[in-house]
């Protein structure tokens, strides 16, 4: 069983950043890729961020594309969101996901095991 926890969101104004971290149990980490995603209340949820099982490799949506890096450490097995120059659209829950795979993907019914989400708010 793998368990995935979030940490880090807030409220920040228009602007600023924050970074979110997610922290991974119950199986090696260094095996699989992980992603991001985000949901707003009644959408769909959204890819936002992935990377692969080492780190050499990472994708993003283009909303964020500029403003976002995904990181991770293998030896905390944990994986990091920072978010810079962050808009009041880019308020959302941040989910952490984790595919059965090595590979990451950028839709959501990939991944297998999510976090409970943590709240990111923007305010202009």
């Known amino acids: 069983q793998v368990r995935l926890v979030e940490s880090g969101g807030g409220l920040v104004q228009a602007g600023g950043s924050l970074r979110l971290s997610c922290a991974a149990s119950?199986?090696?980490?260094?095996?699989?890729?992980m992603g991001w995603f985000r949901q707003a209340p009644g959408k769909e949820r959204e890819f936002v961020a992935a990377?692969?099982?080492?780190?050499?490799?990472?994708a993003y949506a283009d909303s964020v594309k500029g403003r976002f890096t995904i990181s991770r450490d293998n030896a905390k097995s944990t994986v990091y969101l920072q978010m810079n120059s962050l808009k009041p659209e880019d308020t959302n829950v941040y989910y952490c996901?984790?595919?059965?795979?090595?590979?990451?993907?950028?839709?959501?019914?990939?991944?297998?095991?999510w976090g409970q989400g943590t709240q990111v708010t923007v305010s202009s």
């Open positions: 990377i692969n099982w080492s780190g050499s490799s990472t």
């Open positions: 996901a984790a595919p059965a795979s090595a590979t990451y993907y950028d839709f959501a019914t990939a991944y297998r095991y």
């Open positions: 119950g199986r090696t980490f260094a095996d699989y890729a």
